[in-house]
């Protein structure tokens, strides 16, 4: 082939790869340009056919009436309280048993450990039912304790730090031991301080998964006073027999705007969380 | 500074009997090299001793006192390991620091102390960096110096020069001879490298299967091998061992340095003929391999033979180690010289 | 003749059969189950236990709220097996995650090499960021705005295809489009997901393969085909299972958008199980329905570990 010819044929080839990413990235943005563009939008304009993507005049009101046709803040609450409890309280349960089944020398550790990758396989989809039923039978039903306590052993969280704890070289700790360092120094100045970013991928997937859980508060709460902001949002929607979708965006948009920002702030940080997550 | 002492010592791991009765003083001040290969256990006597494990049955005496039960950071021990096992999140100065602060060492006195121990080593520069930031060296100086600013009994070692290059390897091993005389501490020092241990230790512990084969100074050691097994471990090429040449399952043995090739004909000498294989030159030296009705003898030598030729090999009768039939050195009496002359080559 | 003494060959001194007991190594034993006892006791609280009890009262008849329990053998499962309904819930579930699967696999591997070229490194990882986007957002959200642009009449989509001149599609509104919509929201929200995975898979192959492929002067298709795939089957394979796995628990895109409808075309299990819970209140049909969804995630997870044993073999 003429190599002119075969220059501009790799020419215009990149310009049709260019061309088609950015037409994934159209596709695939557009429900959240969608999102955007509907929540400024008057009620009546919604209902054209075919709709328009620029609204007419941004409409603040849309996510004032958003904010006033539930408690917001109160599931605001609820929402950070949860995920932050799960963040904190998950720490002080699955750090030590990731050191234990990482380090420890103990009788059963392989049965234990059995127990956690079971915890891992084992979805709350399958085993909801009797867990609401313990917590029903326990009068734990209006408390959040539904929500956090079967959070908090996190066994995907055992597994990472757990793997990460036993590619420390055992030569640091005997170093520490002789050191005069306690198991406890040298867990929390010597074990944690490597296993940072294990430790963050955690949180921050916790965190994640937490703030957008549906399915689990949607059965463990009844009342107001445990909704999570997802249940509030999703509630909008059988609150008026037609779709007021214009304030149903706007509400959509307060429980994905702080994702977004963490997203847009953290990106390559949750990606590769995520990645960890994919790799069992 | 003290002794070590430890009596009938057995560790067992499972099924496998790494060490089964050990016993061994370690003066007070001495420079004791533990050297063998890989698994001999040399490596386990050294963390028995360090507390990082504890043996099956036998005790452990550090001075006086029994330490068995004593945990690793109680026993006035320093330990620097291989791969140094410096704290990658800690500086340097935390690092040193970190075992002083773990005793509540006062902070006015550790300054002291940090200072005082980074003098030795060279390390003013670079307190505040991290583990990563440094070459091989400088990690080295920064686990010898975590293990001075203890100021502990005894320093253990655990092939710490393993990990760096030749060169280096060399020039630290000259500082740590040193260190020791300045501090005057006993060291133990584990290392499967004979020149290593020939070059450092005042005493040597050579260890095989968990036994202690022999144990003496670098001198003895290679002047004065009290088995087979010494004998070709210590010195390049390993002496050579001739089997089955005297009766009862006696072996003779002679070092490759003192082979004599074509020795004049009115020399009192042991004799054996052969032929040149290889030669290799290294230098100021030659080694030769050459084969015999025996088997293949190795000669070090400076005096140079034609390749591929017939020699004959002579050893002095004074540089013969004879070797029973369990491997123990036995002395060369008459009777056995009587018979080495009668199957000497002529 | 004098034997030299040997200190190998030592001589047998008496010596003491002490057994030595070490406090630190109790110590560490107790240690040891000190730090794992928070985790193992919620872990059998909130898993071992449910599931166990799972099992149990599938054999038992009963409502939610009420203590009355009669044991009632297999009857549950001999009931949910014979009723249409719930066939058609277990099709529907079974439908959806081939269909789910296959798309989202196909997709990602396709992106997932088209983004690992190094035309545009720049438009590439932020391609890859968009893509992933999706994923990190709730179900809620991604539920109501896909209601919203696949809405029959108004709705953006349909807009679209009537200006392409192809007519309006039912969506949600027929039983006959409804799951695959259900899917096509799952795929927007995963693929970015899984296509993570297999680049990281992809960035993981030796850059000397293909220097040698290229040395070999090896078409392109054939290295795809004969070098890059091979070398990402593991992840494939391995994200393929827990993609299944995840599938089949579907639930938030079918209470937030169908209900189960329209006639149940998109009930699947877990929803099926909820509404036989907490609106019917009828434990029996719902903890059976539990224990074959726990049959499907342990068999689909023994796949997972023997092949993972296998792996680990060949290397």
């Known amino acids: 082939m003429n190599p002119t010819i075969e220059k501009a044929f790799h020419h215009v080839g990149k310009w049709i790869n260019i061309l088609l990413k950015v037409l994934v990235i159209i596709c695939v943005a557009f429900p959240f340009v969608w999102i955007i563009s509907t929540s400024f939008k008057t009620f009546p304009e919604t209902q054209i056919f075919p709709p328009t993507l620029i609204p007419e005049s941004l409409r603040w009101e849309n996510y004032a009436n958003a904010l006033a046709s539930m408690p917001f803040f109160k599931y605001l609450r609820n929402s950070l309280f949860v995920a932050f409890s799960v963040l904190v309280l998950q720490y002080i349960i699955i750090i030590p048993a990731a050191y234990g089944f990482a380090r420890g020398k103990f009788k059963g550790k392989g049965l234990l450990f059995g127990i956690v990758l079971l915890g891992f ?17 326990m009068g734990l039903l209006r408390t959040f304790i539904p929500l956090i306590a079967p959070f908090m052993a996190n ?123 994919g790799i069992k | 500074m003290s002794s070590i002492t430890l009596t009938n010592v057995k560790k067992v791991y499972g099924e496998d009997v790494i060490i089964p009765d050990l016993n061994l003083v370690i003066e007070d001040g001495s420079f004791t090299v533990l050297v063998g290969p890989s698994g001999c256990g040399k490596s386990t006597t050294l963390r028995m001793i360090a507390g990082l494990e504890g043996p099956t049955s036998g005790n452990i005496y550090i001075d ?89 009994k005894v320093f253990l070692m655990d092939e710490p020069l393993s990990n760096l290059d030749a060169k280096l390897r060399a020039a630290m091993r000259v500082e740590l001879i040193q260190l020791h005389k300045r501090l005057g501490t006993t060291f133990i020092y584990v290392t499967h490298d004979q020149v290593e241990a020939m070059s450092m230790g005042d005493n040597i512990v050579l260890m095989d299967k968990g036994i202690i084969m022999q144990r003496s100074s670098p001198r003895d050691m290679y002047n004065d091998p009290q088995n087979v097994y010494t004998a070709q471990f210590i010195g390049t090429p390993p002496m050579n061992i001739v089997r089955d040449l005297l009766l009862d399952n006696y072996s003779i043995g002679f070092r490759p340095e003192k082979i004599t090739l074509n020795p004049d004909a009115g020399e009192d000498m042991f004799r054996i003929k052969g032929h040149v294989m290889t030669k290799e030159h290294l230098g100021s030296e030659i080694n030769y391999s050459i084969t015999t009705e025996y088997g293949l003898v190795m000669a070090k030598l400076e005096q140079e033979v034609a390749d591929d030729c017939d020699v004959m090999i002579g050893v002095d009768y004074a540089n013969l180690y004879i070797f029973d039939q369990n491997d123990n050195r036995t002395e060369l009496d008459a009777n056995i010289k009587k018979a080495l002359i009668a199957v000497s080559a002529q | 003749m004098l034997s030299f003494s040997n200190v190998g060959t030592q001589a047998a001194k008496p010596r003491k059969k002490k057994k030595v007991k070490q406090k630190y190594r109790l110590g560490e034993q107790l240690a040891g189950y000190g730090l794992v006892a928070p985790a193992i006791i919620l872990l059998c609280v909130f898993t071992i ?168 002067d090896t078409p392109k298709v054939r290295v795809f085909f004969r070098i890059t795939l091979p070398m990402i089957s593991p992840t494939v394979f391995f994200t393929t299972i827990v993609a299944t796995i ?70």
């Open chain 1, 121 to 137: 396989m084992i979805p709350q989809q399958v085993t909801f039912v009797p867990i609401y039923m313990m917590f029903s039978k």
């Open chain 1, 155 to 277: 066994a995907f969280g055992i597994f990472l730090l757990r793997q990460f704890f036993m590619q420390i070289p055992e030569e640091i700790i005997e170093a520490a031991r002789l050191d005069s360092a306690s198991s406890f120094k040298i867990l929390w100045r010597i074990m944690i301080p490597m296993a940072k970013s294990s430790v963050f991928t955690i949180g921050l997937l916790s965190f994640i998964s937490n703030w957008n859980s549906y399915f689990w508060p949607l059965i463990m709460t009844s009342t107001d006073d445990f909704r999570t902001l997802p249940i509030g949002v999703s509630m909008l929607i059988d609150s008026e027999g037609q779709k007021m979708w214009n304030e149903l965006m706007a509400g959509n948009m307060l429980l994905i705007i702080p994702i977004l920002i963490i997203y847009l702030v953290a990106n390559k940080q949750i990606r590769k969380a995520f990645t960890y997550s």
């Open chain 2, 64 to 152: 006086d006192q029994d330490v068995v039960n004593v945990a690793p950071g109680k026993r006035g021990i320093a330990m620097v390991f291989q791969n140094y096992a410096l704290y990658p999140t800690m500086t340097v100065k935390q690092n040193i620091e970190f075992g002083l602060v773990n005793k509540k060492v006062p902070k006015a006195e550790r300054e002291k102390l940090i200072k005082e121990v980074c003098e030795i080593v060279g390390l003013e520069k670079y307190l505040s960096r991290k583990p990563g930031q440094l070459s091989g060296g400088q990690r080295q100086r920064v686990a010898l110096a975590r293990a001075m600013v203890k100021k502990p």
């Open chain 3, 49 to 216: 236990y449910p599931m166990l009890y799972l099992i149990y009262s599938s054999l038992f008849d009963g409502k939610l709220i009420s203590k009355k329990r009669n044991f009632v053998g297999f009857e549950n499962y001999e009931k949910l097996l014979t009723d249409s309904d719930f066939l058609r819930v277990i099709s529907n579930t079974v439908v959806y995650s081939i269909l789910l699967v296959a798309f989202t696999m196909v997709l990602a591997v396709l992106v997932a090499v088209w983004l690992n070229s190094k035309v545009t490194p720049r438009l590439n990882s932020l391609t890859q960021a968009a893509i992933f986007t999706p994923h990190i957002i709730s179900l809620v959200s991604a539920s109501m705005v896909f209601m919203w642009l696949m809405d029959p009449q108004i709705g953006f989509i349909n807009s679209i295809l009537t200006k392409l001149g192809l007519g309006k599609f039912p969506f949600l509104a027929s039983p006959n489009t409804a799951l695959i919509s259900l899917v096509m929201v799952m795929v927007w929200k995963s693929v970015g997901y899984y296509s993570l995975l297999i680049l990281a898979a992809l960035q993981n192959i030796p850059p000397n393969i293909y220097e040698a492929a290229a040395l070999d």
């Open chain 3, 246 to 315: 995840s599938s089949f628990q579907v639930f938030d895109t079918v209470s937030l958008m169908t209900q189960g409808g329209p006639v149940n075309s998109t009930n699947t299990l877990v929803y099926y199980i909820y509404q036989y819970a907490f609106k019917y209140m009828k434990l029996g049909p719902a903890m059976a329905a539990g224990v074959i969804l726990l049959v499907f995630v342990l068999v689909l997870t023994i796949i997972y570990f023997a092949f993972l044993g296998k792996k680990v073999h060949y290397q």
